[in-house]
């Protein structure tokens, strides 16, 4: 029996943390098709990535773009889908978000990057307009 390494695409990322949202892609998610709809993916994304604006900035945030969308490969109905998302750049009252979609299927354990791309966020006041985003706090 020979043990073969997994290819970089097949193994999900785990120097990003755990997933920020995992779900299971549903009957309702569906293209005309039958395939999950990119629509119901990019919604996802941008759950993802709002989730970790809005964290970071410790307030209300909005999308002002969604690019560099790759769709490699389809989502079933059934896969369970693992969202990961990490800042890849923080300005004054922006930052870029950077989302990576994994797929598993229902019933095996092998992995694959499915979707990818860059959102960038505002953090927004109470006046509904840009703020600054307060500094990083550790802990």
């Not at 560099?68 to 750049?89: C, L, N, Q």
């Not at 930052?95 to 992995?111: D, F, H, L, N, S």
Request: neutral net charge; hydrophobic residues 40%; charged residues 25%.
């Amino acid at each position: 029996m020979t043990s073969e390494l997994p290819s970089a695409e097949s193994v999900q990322p785990t120097d990003r943390g755990p997933p920020v949202i995992r779900t299971v892609a549903m009957p309702t998610d569906t293209n005309p098709a039958g395939d999950i709809f990119g629509g119901w993916l990019m919604a996802q994304m941008d759950m993802a990535a709002g989730n970790v604006a809005a964290r970071r900035a410790r307030g209300r945030c909005a999308t002002i773009s969604a690019e560099a969308m790759t769709f490699h490969r389809p989502v079933f109905v059934g896969d369970e889908v693992s969202f990961y998302a990490w800042i890849v750049k923080t300005g004054r009252t922006s930052m870029r978000i950077q989302v990576e979609v994994w797929r598993r299927e229902r019933e095996g354990e092998a992995t694959m990057k499915v979707t990818e791309g860059l959102f960038t966020f505002v953090a927004i006041g109470p006046d509904r307009r840009p703020r600054p985003i307060t500094e990083d706090i550790e802990g």
